[in-house]
């Protein structure tokens, strides 16, 4: 399996203000502490150098087969705490890139992701370029259906085509409608509808591959949601295509990319000017 999405939803606990930092699968060079098991395999990084499934067009997304396949000693408790070696390997290489600490993971299936916004009762979502449901290779006139530009009530399935859709985009483009529908997920989760939906809700979260977030923490996040519903998210991007702090994926500098998030998620504060 390769994790061809691969996000980290930063969320302060206080304001609710949430930001969505969003890595390609073809990043290179993801560095790990020296307290990572990782660390003792790549002191480097995760490089085409010295990572044998890492290759110029995909990188980062294959962390995870490389661990589960090659690598499962360097995680020997994963298993056992509800994990996996895969999982851990991302979330210290996800650490690595960003600076943060990342307490908590969910691995999802598509079908879960389907399930799961078909019990949130769909997304609202504005389309702002017309989206293919179909294979890249297919011609324009025989495309059988279309997500249309304007507001649209999107299903599970369609949203989930919507995300993934490889029709005349790239990577970086299919990045952006993720972190759109993460945008519309938060938008929309409150406390009426996960309390009206709460049995389709558990059903669909049994189709989670695997998560750390304990039950006991699920209130505190629905509530959390409910404050992160009034501000505006913020998105960052590593990709070359970024508004904000444009990313060449062979060639990340990581010291430049953690100081960006560190001052996007705790801006400093202006000091307040003396009165005589």
């Given at each position: ?34 307290g990572s098991p990782m660390w003792s395999l790549y002191p480097n990084g995760y490089t085409e150098y010295d990572a044998d499934f890492c290759v110029e067009f995909a990188c980062l997304n294959t962390i995870y087969t490389d661990i589960e396949l090659n690598h499962p000693e360097l995680y020997p408790d994963a298993v056992a705490s509800g994990s996996s070696p895969g999982i851990e390997a991302v979330r210290d290489a996800a650490e690595g890139i960003t ?178």
């Amino acid at each position: 399996m390769r994790t061809d999405t691969i996000q980290v939803v930063s969320v302060n606990a206080e304001s609710g203000q949430a930001t969505i930092i969003g890595m390609p699968r073809d990043l290179h060079d993801a560095p790990f502490s020296d307290g990572s098991p990782m660390w003792s395999l790549y002191p480097n990084g995760y490089t085409e150098y010295d990572a044998d499934f890492c290759v110029e067009f995909a990188c980062l997304n294959t962390i995870y087969t490389d661990i589960e396949l090659n690598h499962p000693e360097l995680y020997p408790d994963a298993v056992a705490s509800g994990s996996s070696p895969g999982i851990e390997a991302v979330r210290d290489a996800a650490e690595g890139i960003t600076g943060l600490t990342i307490p908590y993971f969910a691995l999802i299936d598509m079908q879960g992701a389907v399930d799961l916004i078909d019990a949130l009762g769909g997304l609202d979502v504005t389309v702002t370029e017309r989206v293919a449901i179909a294979e890249p290779d297919t011609a324009a006139e025989d495309v059988e259906a279309w997500i249309e530009v304007g507001p649209q009530h999107m299903d599970g399935f369609t949203a989930i085509m919507y995300a993934r859709s490889r029709w005349d985009n790239t990577d970086y483009t299919r990045m952006q409608r993720q972190q759109q529908l993460q945008e519309a997920l938060l938008q929309q989760i409150n406390p009426a509808n996960v309390v009206t939906k709460f049995s389709e809700i558990m059903d669909a979260g049994t189709q989670l591959v695997r998560t750390n977030i304990p039950r006991s923490m699920f209130s505190h996040f629905i509530t959390l949601a409910a404050k992160t519903r009034e501000l505006p998210v913020i998105h960052i991007e590593l990709t070359p295509e970024s508004d904000t702090i444009p990313t060449d994926p062979l060639y990340p500098d990581y010291a430049t990319i953690q100081a960006f998030i560190q001052s996007a998620i705790h801006p400093p504060v202006e000091a307040t000017p003396e009165t005589s």
